[in-house]
């Protein structure tokens, strides 16, 4: 088990260094730099500024400095948002995104659950054909299109919600909505046919036999069984929504992490994009290896290796 | 005659040296031909009716997109004096002028966009692209993928050890981050690139394009490859691999004679459900304006235009967004239908 996590663990700070040093010299290959875009600002200014950053200094060492720094937890400054390090940026933007995308994970979860449960369990009868129909569009809509059908009809149309910002809780119905509508859908058609699965199994027969009331058998024996893949999609989807989506975050114009992402990368502020990456990264990393960890501890049928 | 306990004499019956009766030949006769597992697979798809309506939506999309543009009046990047932001089946002035006169005007059907383009045609060059970005995006999937996860299977021990370990990295960097930094990264590089003789294509194609396509070949293989390879795993362990091998057939072509090819099935319900996840991508990225070049339009950026324009001319964002939602909706449920019928262990 120790071994197990070790391992895990060691080959998810090998991914997030890939990324990392992927990230650095990939960003360093878009044209244009952090001070070109400024406007009368002289030669002699622009090369303070990059010497003051250590911009002017060969690629490969520029390198070397920033993971020293990063390994130290040492994002350094953004260099379009004078006076704020990264890590400052990354902790105001963070949370705004991490609300909306939990919501969104929450609602997806108490809505997919029981609708594929429901659906497994009157398979052939038209609950189960209705909701597997509305599950296999969800999962073919692309969000920027619930985005703007949403847009339109409430925010347009009816004029009932909001359409930018969020300052009240009105405004996180639409993009929980959006946010949601995807996982939801995947999460219910998992669960659909993890459940007809554990339904089909000998010890569910077993369980009737022995004269199990349906109730606890459908709670203790099937839905333990079949939540099982649930358990190992919602890890690594957390860390997506949880981290923003850009499309989400762009049409309702929220301030999150995402925005920031696109927003760092058209100004090339070099700092910000490296932070974000990783931050984002790790977080994804990390989730993924927790969910892994936790999916052998609750399931004892598979081995550790 | 008395029989002798001791000795080897055989007993035979007479009766059973009689020709057989007709009645007994009937067991014999092949009553249906034996089934290729083609047909096989082909009778089930065309039983199943979702799949069938799917493949008859992708047809007539895919003759929306590549036929009727070339015999179409109006072309996806001319601007039509005066006929901007008309509503569907509406004409410009100019355009009812020359109806007054007699003469024929064809119709702008989904009417024109703000720069006075046929939006019809936009949406179907738009299609076009859509459909061409995740046909070939999924066949550069296709062939990395099947090539790594088989060669990682067949060889084994740490030459695969270390193949999927790659594997394992790329699988948990996060795709979106790094779409968005290639295609930045890449436009610099490959707008030189299209100076060079020889490469001209990189122009028409555009360079938001190709690196998608270098996206789609770096990042989304490995699930394919992961697919290939636990399927080779089971196979290469067959009789008929051991075999070839004894005749002296050499790796590579084992592994495209044999194991790729018994694969088949896994290999052709992974390539139809990877098209509609590639157009979707591809979407996502157009809307977010890393997509084609413009004046090229796609499905996606069709709709990230229309947004600035939503409450006038709704039309303009539902048409194209109904239609990514078609096409990846029918490729999925095609999917769905080819894995029931090719490849029934896959089911759930």
């Keep these: 088990m120790l071994k197990y996590i070790a391992k895990r663990i060691g080959l998810a700070v090998v991914t997030v260094w890939a990324v990392a040093t992927l990230t650095f010299f990939l960003m360093n290959m878009v044209p244009g730099g952090p001070f070109l875009s400024e406007k009368a600002i002289s030669p002699q200014a622009t090369a303070a500024l990059e010497a003051k950053y250590g911009l002017d200094k060969p690629l490969f060492q520029q390198y070397l400095t920033y993971i020293g720094g990063a390994v130290q937890g040492d994002f350094g400054d953004s260099l379009k948002q004078r006076g704020r390090t990264v890590t400052e940026i990354i902790l105001m933007k963070f949370p705004v995104s991490a609300r909306v995308g939990g919501i969104s994970v929450l609602v997806a979860l108490t809505l997919g659950i029981p609708l594929g449960c429901i659906a497994a369990l009157k398979r052939g009868k038209f609950l189960d054909s209705l909701i597997s129909v509305v599950a296999t569009c969800g999962i073919a809509v692309p969000s920027f299109v619930i985005c703007t059908v949403l847009l339109y009809t409430f925010g347009a149309k009816l004029k009932l919600l909001p359409t930018v910002g969020l300052t009240s809780w009105k405004n996180y119905i639409m993009p929980v909505m959006a946010l949601s509508f995807y996982p939801t859908a995947y999460i219910m058609r998992l669960m659909r046919s993890s459940m007809l699965d554990v339904l089909g199994q000998d010890y569910m027969r077993t369980a009737k036999a022995k004269g199990v009331s349906g109730f606890v058998s459908l709670f203790k024996h099937a839905l333990r069984n079949a939540i099982l893949p649930v358990v190992t999609y919602v890890g690594p989807m957390l860390a997506y929504t949880v981290t923003g989506s850009f499309v989400v975050e762009k049409i309702f114009t929220i301030p999150g992490l995402g925005g920031e992402f696109i927003g760092a990368i058209n100004g090339r502020d070099y700092t910000l994009i490296m932070g974000t990456t990783i931050f984002l990264a790790t977080l994804i990393i990390v989730m993924n290896v927790v969910v892994d960890i936790v999916y052998k501890i609750v399931d004892p049928r598979i081995k550790l290796k | ?348």
């Design chain 2, 1 to 348: 005659m008395k029989e002798n306990p001791v000795s080897f004499q055989l007993k035979l019956n007479p009766e059973d040296f009689l020709p057989a009766t007709q009645e007994e030949k009937q067991s014999q006769v092949i009553m249906r031909e034996s089934v290729s597992f083609w047909k096989d697979g082909g009778r089930r798809l065309v039983k199943n009716k979702v799949a069938m309506v799917s493949i008859v939506v992708i047809i007539l999309v895919m003759i929306f997109s590549f036929i009727v543009p070339s015999f179409y009046p109006y072309s996806y990047k001319d601007q039509i004096k005066g006929a901007n932001n008309l509503a569907p089946m509406q004409y410009s002035e100019e355009e009812q002028a020359k109806i007054d006169a007699g003469e024929s005007v064809f119709p702008h059907i989904f009417g024109t966009d703000k720069m006075g383009r046929d939006y019809a045609i936009r949406v179907m060059m738009g299609s076009r692209i859509s459909l061409l970005v995740g046909l070939i995006a999924t066949g550069i999937i296709l062939i990395i993928g099947s090539a790594y996860g088989s060669i990682a299977a067949f060889f084994g021990g740490w030459v695969d050890l270390v193949m999927m370990r790659i594997v394992d990295i790329i699988y948990t960097i996060p795709d979106i981050l790094l779409i968005v930094l290639l295609s930045f990264a890449l436009k610099e590089p490959l707008g030189h690139l299209k100076d060079v003789p020889g490469f001209a294509w990189v122009n028409v194609v555009g360079e938001n394009l190709i690196s998608i396509f270098v996206v789609f070949a770096l990042l989304y293989w490995v699930g394919m490859a992961r697919m290939v390879r636990s399927q080779v795993l089971m196979l290469k362990e067959s009789e008929y691999v051991t075999a070839a091998r004894a005749l002296g057939v050499g790796s590579g072509k084992i592994i495209k004679r044999h194991l790729l090819t018994n694969c088949i099935g896994t290999l052709i319900v992974t390539t139809t459900l990877q098209i509609p996840s590639s157009i979707f991508t591809e979407s996502f990225l157009s809307f977010l304006g890393m997509g084609v070049a413009v004046p090229l339009p796609s499905l996606g950026s069709l709709a990230s235009d229309a947004i600035n324009g939503m409450n006038t001319y709704p039309y303009l964002l539902f048409i194209p967004a109904l239609l990514i939602s078609l096409i990846i909706l029918s490729f999925n449920l095609l999917g769905d239908g080819l894995r029931d019928a090719f490849d029934p262990k896959l089911k759930n």
